[in-house]
T-cell receptor, first 112, second 114 residues
Framework: EDKVVQSPLSLVVHEGDTVTLNCSYE??????LLWYKQEKKAPTFLFML????IEKKSGRLSSILDKKELFSILNITATQTGDSAIYLC????????????FGKGTHLIIQP | DAGVIQSPRHEVTEMGQEVTLRCKPI?????LFWYRQTMMRGLELLIY????????DSGMPEDRFSAKMPNASFSTLKIQPSEPRDSAVYFCASSLGTNTGELFFGEGSRLTVL
């Protein structure tokens, strides 16, 4: 059975801090790993990672994948209150197993 | 593009009643997914369709749950009879069959069963 473990489950920091969110996974036929951000409503796509060691960046957010150790991290620098959300990771197998198995998420709260 | 559209946004019902949740995927997307989200269990995949055909329903919790996709632009998730433990947010998502795994979610239907 596929497993996805995210840590920490919750995190409270002050504006301006840097945070690192972790995602470890065990899936068969791994193809990629996706990160989503969920504010009040629907999860929205952040990153898709397919290759180890290649950092993806979008503004203050960046993410990297380690396919040997089966984990990914999501970094957010100079955090803002608008970064408060649940961050979800999901490994993707594809090839017929097209549904994503999400971790329980990290609930991030940025205090002013 | 209007995105994935779900209805109702909120539903409060009494135990034993039938609940029907509706979803309109993004036009042209050939995969449709139903997820359920609770604090305890997170976001769980219930069932998904490819070209209107159910592919994997192993996440459907029990026979009280059923899902249909009569055409490419409409799907329903039905719970009959509903129970308090079914209270959750139900998300519908769609995607293109391009093997990227990227899903586009609707805004969810918040179900409360009293």
């Amino acid at each position: 059975e596929d497993k996805v473990v995210q840590s920490p489950l919750s995190l409270v920091v002050h504006e301006g801090d840097t945070v690192t969110l972790n995602c470890s996974y065990e899936v068969t036929n791994f193809r990629s790993l996706l990160w989503y951000k969920q504010e009040k409503k629907a999860p929205t796509f952040l990153f898709m990672l397919t290759s180890s060691g290649i950092e993806k960046k979008s503004g203050r957010l960046s993410s990297i994948l380690d396919k040997k150790e089966l984990f990914s991290i999501l970094n957010i620098t100079a955090t803002q209150t608008g970064d408060s959300a649940i961050y979800l990771c999901a490994p993707y197998s594809g090839g017929g197993a097209d549904g994503l198995t999400f971790g329980k998420g990290t609930h991030l709260i940025i205090q002013p | 593009d209007a995105g994935v559209i779900q209805s109702p946004r909120h539903e409060v019902t009494e135990m034993g009643q039938e609940v029907t949740l509706r979803c309109k995927p993004i036009s042209g997307h050939d995969y449709l997914f139903w997820y359920r989200q609770t604090m305890m269990r997170g976001l769980e995949l219930l069932i998904y369709f490819n070209n209107n055909v159910p592919i994997d329903d192993s996440g459907m919790p029990e026979d009280r749950f059923s899902a249909k996709m009569p055409n490419a632009s409409f799907s329903t998730l039905k719970i009959q009879p509903s129970e308090p433990r079914d209270s959750a947010v139900y998300f519908c998502a769609s995607s293109l069959g391009t093997n990227t795994g990227e899903l586009f979610f609707g805004e969810g239907s918040r179900l409360t069963v009293l």
